[in-house]
């Protein structure tokens, strides 16, 4: 059986990769807003989902079908902000009510993504382009390479992003202190929209890189929420870095408790792990930008 | 005459507090104005109006001839309202250099040299800020805080610059110091409103003061004078208050 361990370690690392993206997507929102949007795992079910419709059903070729997939999506989740966030923000809800009105967007996406494409299970075919690599006893598939690819392209140009550029600054003081950002004329309900979108996008990228491995259903995104938010607290919600260590770690730990203990106590073994690491952790491995400091929204 | 700033019987309220009943003020170009009273006076009631971050109940505020009273917050600044805020309010997890390109956030259509200019002025008029550009701002003292927070609100270009209690937890040396930079800002024609409880500070840096009492003014005049009314006036301002600490 230990023959396995080195692809489940792998397959660990591919899979969290994805929980790493979708935990820089909730600590995105988490830092100009201070909510966690249960809705993220989502945005991966809808990327691969709509990715999928546009090639199978519509018939478009690979790469337009991706990009319009993840596009679409991008468009769902500005939609999202301004039809349910900025409604709310402005007449100064409590946070627990955007808490509780994602969680209701969280119930409504698959069963629209259900009526709309199906209920089936939809995959396209790999990328290409890329090769397999032979590591150890290991065979990385092209598609698993893609995933490591697109995830470390995504954090250099976070990163950078958010470093380099002044709207990236802008949305990390938007995240440091909303008051003092308006008041240097930074517009901070578009810095929360932006948010949103690039929660969005980055929850659509992993949704078509993680698609073809396998497959996306209506209802992968609960799992897909579940997993980033592990990853984002045990790496420090809103650190990035710290989103892709958490979501390795989650991934890793998820492919060796289903092979060695079961999958009915897989789950069981990862939440205990969590908790004990969390116990020496309690912010998780690295910092979080910002910690409960907000003030009012 | 030259006027910057026309507030005309602005109103404030939080739910059934009124904050200012409809207070009326003008600022000239380059004129260094003050505000004094107590605690609950209305001074940052008045500050957040013009700032934008709370509504105007009534009345109106006039920049330049411009009425900007329902302006939102973030147009505020491009149309030259800059606040250097209460307790300083750096953005400690960035650089300084970060916190002065942010506070020219509205000129993103500039070019890049133009900031980065403006960025090197500000470290000319700070130069112990120079020292620590790149530095987070979180690690500064007080007193460097208050001139990243003011060399902040200058790198938007504003034609009025609102200080709220710019002394507070200062050292006077260091405050002289900062205070002797607003002056030679306000000779250069930039019209500073400054908000302070200590009212002597306040009366000898600025030309003219306004004096607030539970949201209302209750005198104004040049702040000589205001001095020469001497302690008198200043124990009416404060009595029955809990004095100068904030």
Not at chain 2, 69 to 82: D, E
Not at chain 2, 211 to 220: D, H, K, P, Q, Y
């Amino acid at each position: 059986m230990m023959d396995l361990l080195p692809v489940l370690l792998v397959n660990g690392v591919v899979f969290g990769a994805i929980y790493g993206i979708n935990a820089i997507g909730l600590g995105i929102v988490y830092n100009t807003t201070g909510i966690i949007n249960f809705a993220q795992g989502d945005f991966v079910m809808l990327g691969g989902m709509t990715a999928a419709y546009f090639y199978g059903h519509l018939g478009l070729p690979l790469p337009l079908a991706i990009a319009a997939g993840v596009i679409a999506t991008v468009f769902i989740g500005l939609l999202i902000e301004r039809a349910v966030i900025r409604p709310l923000w402005r007449r100064g809800a409590k946070d627990w009510t955007y808490v509780f009105m994602l969680f209701a967007v969280a119930t409504v996406l698959p069963n629209l993504a259900m009526l709309g494409i199906g209920r089936d299970p939809l995959t396209f075919p790999s990328f290409g382009g890329l090769p397999s690599v032979q590591l150890g006893t290991v065979t990385l598939s092209s598609q698993a390479l893609w995933v490591l690819v697109v995830t470390v392209v995504v954090v250099v140009a976070l990163q950078g992003f958010f470093d380099r550029t002044l709207l990236g600054k802008a949305m990390k003081a938007t995240a440091i202190n909303r008051r003092v950002a308006a008041w240097l004329g930074i517009p901070v309900e578009r810095m929360v929209a932006m948010s949103f979108g690039l929660a969005a996008l980055l929850g659509a990228i992993g949704g078509v890189v993680f698609t073809p491995l396998i497959s996306t259903q209506f209802d992968t995104g609960v799992a897909m929420t579940l997993n980033g938010f592990a990853a984002a607290i045990i790496g420090g919600m809103g650190n990035i870095r710290g989103a892709i260590v958490g979501g390795l770690v989650i991934g890793v730990l998820q492919s060796l408790s289903t092979a060695f203990i079961s999958s009915v106590y897989g789950d069981a073994v990862i939440y205990g792990v969590l908790f004990v690491l969390l116990i020496i952790w309690p912010a998780g491995f690295f910092r979080p930008l910002i910690e409960l400091q907000h003030e009012e929204i | 005459m030259n006027v910057v700033l026309e507030v005309t019987d602005l109103k404030v309220s939080y739910g059934q507090i009124e904050a200012l009943k409809g207070v009326s003020m003008r600022i000239d170009r380059g004129e260094f104005v003050g505000v004094i009273g107590a605690n609950g006076a209305g001074k940052t009631s008045l500050l957040m109006a013009l700032s934008g971050a709370v509504r105007a109940k009534g009345g109106s505020v006039t920049l330049d001839g411009r009425d900007v009273t329902h302006l939102p917050q973030h147009l505020r600044v491009s149309n030259g309202i800059a606040i250097v805020p209460e307790g300083r309010q750096v953005l400690g997890p960035l650089t300084v250099m970060e916190n002065l390109e942010l506070g020219g956030f509205h000129r993103r259509g500039a070019a890049r040299a133009e900031i980065v200019r403006d960025q090197e002025m500000m470290l000319d008029l700070f130069p112990i800020l120079r020292q620590r550009a790149r530095q987070l701002a979180a690690t500064l003292s007080g007193g460097e805080q208050q001139m990243l927070a003011i060399g902040r609100a200058l790198m938007s270009k504003p034609r009025l610059l609102l200080l709220d209690e710019p002394s507070f937890g200062l050292a006077p040396m260091v405050f002289d110091e900062i205070l002797g930079t607003l002056r030679r800002l306000h000779a250069e024609g930039l019209a500073c409103l400054m908000v302070e409880q200590d009212a002597h500070v306040t009366l000898e840096t600025t030309s003219r003061s306004y004096v607030f009492r539970t949201g209302e003014i209750i005198t104004e005049g040049s702040s000589s004078e205001l001095r020469e009314a001497g302690l008198g006036l200043v124990e009416e301002i404060y009595l029955g208050s809990a004095g100068k600490s904030s």
